[in-house]
């Protein structure tokens, strides 16, 4: 594993990260789930990201999570980063959702009781609350790393206007943010217009979120849909996202990373970690095979001006 430093912190992460937003819920199998993590350490992952309302049932992954601790990886505590967030519903009534001090820190107890865990390493906002103070949300987060429940605050989903906002707060309260985690994929290439400038000047890392598109960017729908695949079973990636347009660029795709001598994932995964900027791509997996795959990404990491042109020109096609 390489390992990079995220952002101008003391904190190293590795290059691939592991995401427990799918397949590690109470309706996956456990025994499954406890092996792509454990594998996931073994390889060098030292970065699990979970959410309060990972699962599904919202809650189950952090309950996976925490089962996995008790069952051998709790030894290694010192060795692993674990990251877990709140900012979307998770309980009924008004204090279940968005950015509130009453949710963020009630939120964040819940968590740690499901993990088993005195203190996360990373606590973020999962998303921007445009009907609360930036600086309340900011504050909550400050409080629990004084309360020691974290060591480091990020945020995800904010624009570049919210982060140099967040940002600049957090500074003021002496607990600077650590990391920004962002969706950036092939597909979905939103960050490369302001946020990884203001990142940057921040000296704020960066965690590419769904850098595979869900599975997209690999050959997992080269040749139709496969039953048990995310597209069969998760509302978040529906078959009609697999138009004709997007089938023939990935197929484009897959031939360049061919001629490169990797996957169609790992040339994904690695035109991610080209900039200098990102610190880790935060992947999915639902089996330690598609893991191993995905791992091989570091080997090459760099791009010809040729090559990035190709890739612009099917991805503008
Ligand atoms: N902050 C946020 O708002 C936010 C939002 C989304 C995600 N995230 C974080 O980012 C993490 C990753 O997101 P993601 O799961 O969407 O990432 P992803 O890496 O883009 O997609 C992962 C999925 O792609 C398929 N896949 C992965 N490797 C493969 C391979 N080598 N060959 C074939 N298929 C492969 C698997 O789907 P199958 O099930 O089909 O096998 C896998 O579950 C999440 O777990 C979460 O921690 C954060």
Redesign the pocket.
Known sequence: MKYNRCGKSGLLLPAVS??????FGSVDVYENSKNIIFHAFDCGITHF???NN?GPIPGSAEITFGNVLKDGLKTHRDEIVVST?AGYKMWDGPYGDWGSRKYMIASLDQSLKRMGLDYVDIY?S??PDPETPIEETMMALDQMVRQGKALYVGI??YNPEQSKKAFEILKELRTPCLIH???Y?MFDRWVENGLLEVTNNYGVGVIA???????L????YLNGI?Q????T??E?LKPSQLTNKKLTQITKLNQIAEKRGQ?L?DMALAWILRDKRITS???????V???D??LKCIDNVNFTETELQEIDNILNS
């Open positions: 592991l995401g427990l937003w799918h397949n990201d979970l959410a990972y967030k973020y999962h998303r995800s989903n985690q962002s969706r994929n979120f769904s850098p595979l598109a869900q599975g960017l690999t050959n997992r496969p048990g695949s995310r597209m079973k998760s978040f996957s994932a791509v935060l992947v999915g997996a639902s089996s095979e598609q893991l795959t995905n």
